[in-house]
């Protein structure tokens, strides 16, 4: 009788699993039937690169039914992390599209989202050129209904989001122009390639039109609130992070750090030179980078020296020899972004290639603001940004999350748990010797700390309305040691992307983790197996992590 009972418990717990993995796979076929370039994005191409989203407020009504569908359903699923990270990822996508409504308030939304739909089709040459300019060419027929649904939807935008769309769209149409027929310069089939060249002059003129129209029409009426408000910013710190701590307390949590680092600066520039300000020492290193032209190579030439380094210090295992490929960032994305990791899909097979994406300055920009663009890659800047998007940063974390076998964590990833492990690491490396204590280094990484602790209580403050955008950029300024020009790129960022505390948030998640691990482990801990254990969980949010390691719900900050 007791083996038929365990054989019975075991056939109950298969057929569960079995019966939640079904749940998994029904959901995602149709989510990525209405987000298609999310599939193509995470590998699943066919019958997905031939699709664009429906932009239009049915469309829209359409994702936030299909949330409102599955969340009872995986509530009603035997208790697990991947069914709590399901549960937390559809309320999220609830808050964000009922109550935040971006699709009624950006209308950079339209104009990236479909640039971005034909970015993940010529990126990286899953198919042959052929086969994915046809899907190009499927995809841009429909952006006139885009261009429609957003003339439908914006209502009232914040002035931020118009001016944002403005300045990317000429980058944007100058991908159309160029970028797009160059990545199909070697197809052969001339009926198809002016067939292109029709279509995506068509695509060039729409995105001319929207821009004119933006500009006329949605500029003049753009009075509306980038805040998204104290419930909402809650909400999505609660849902997307699973970290459901008053912001009375978050906030604190982050000035505390802030204070922290800024004394660790203020004692390290002491000592380095004790006649000059932390500003005035932060500004010399500044001056510290390398020409334009040079930045790429710059950066790619610290992949040697930082691989050494993990594998003699025994930091984290490295799964691959293959090294990322160093490329200028996109058009659509440069306005608010200077340094990023292109990663392929989760479901690729074939075109597995990661890219480094690095923001250089316009080539039409005057000479003063181009060298105060390059003070945002000093020598120690660089080391820090190529340890967070690359070595053991991002780029590992990637290595590491291919190897996952659940189907939500590959799909479904906290920012908290991949921006926090990327900028966790900057310091861990430097704490366990990196560098040899170059002093322009360890200020870079602090400087680096200070922008993301800034970016914390900015978020925070302005979407709650503590602190206006002119007193965000100045924030950055005075508590940051950060150029007007970059404050203002950061704060501009930080209206649309109002939770991006999740780097700072996410380090000290995991450095209290890596402490509470330690004092379980007692003399058998080991970084490199403190490390290699996390990633093992995948880009679940930390309090689901702490849970498999530690075996508690213990706090998590």
Known sequence: MKIAALLLAGATIMSAASHFDSLVDRYFDESFALQPSQATAAGFHHPYDAQLEDYSRAGIEKRIALSEKYLPLFEKEPQSGDRDWMISHLHAELVNLRDIRSWEKNPDDYSSGVTGSIFGLISRKFAPPEERLRDVIAREKQFPQVFAAARANLKNPPQIYTEVALEQLPGIQSFFAN????????????????????????????????????????????????????????????????????????????????????????????????????????????QDHPAPDQLLQTFRNTFSGLIDFINEHRIITVPSTIRPILEETPPFMRALTTASMDTPGP???????????????????????????????????????????????????????????????????????????????????????????????????????????????????????????????EFFMKEGYMSRDYSTRETKRGTSDPTYLVYTLGKLEIMKLRQDYRAKMGDRFSLEQFHNTFMQQGGVPIRLIRHAMLGNDSPVL
């Open 179 to 286: 970028d797009v027929p160059d990545a199909f310069k070697d197809v052969t089939d001339r009926a198809l390639f002016d067939e292109f060249k029709q279509t995506n002059q068509a695509a060039i003129d729409e995105l001319k039109r929207y821009e004119q129209w933006v500009r006329a029409d949605v500029l003049p009426r753009s009075h509306g609130d980038f805040r998204i408000g104290a419930e909402n910013y809650h909400n999505k710190v609660k849902y997307e992070e699973m970290v459901d701590l008053p912001l009375d307390r978050l906030l604190q949590i982050g000035y505390d750090n802030l204070h922290e680092n800024q004394r660790k600066l203020v004692a390290l520039c002491k000592s380095i030179d004790p006649s000059k300000t932390p500003q005035q020492i932060a500004a010399k290193f500044e």
């Open 347 to 473: 479901y690729e097979k074939v075109a597995t290639e990661a890219f480094f994406n690095v923001t250089l300055p316009e080539k039409n920009w005057p000479h003063e603001r181009v060298e105060e663009f390059m003070t945002a890659f000093n020598r120690g800047t660089i080391e820090s940004t190529a340890i967070h998007e690359a070595y053991p940063g991002h780029y590992v974390q990637l290595l590491w999350f291919q190897k996952v076998q659940s189907k939500v964590r590959k799909l479904i990833q906290s920012n908290s748990n991949v921006e926090g492990w990327a900028h966790y690491c900057e310091q861990m490396m430097i704490d366990q010797g990196y560098g040899k204590d170059d002093p322009e280094l360890k200020v870079g990484q602090l400087l680096d700390a200070l922008l993301r602790n800034c970016r914390y209580i900015v978020g925070i403050e302005m979407h709650t309305g503590k602190r206006s955008y002119e007193q965000g950029i």
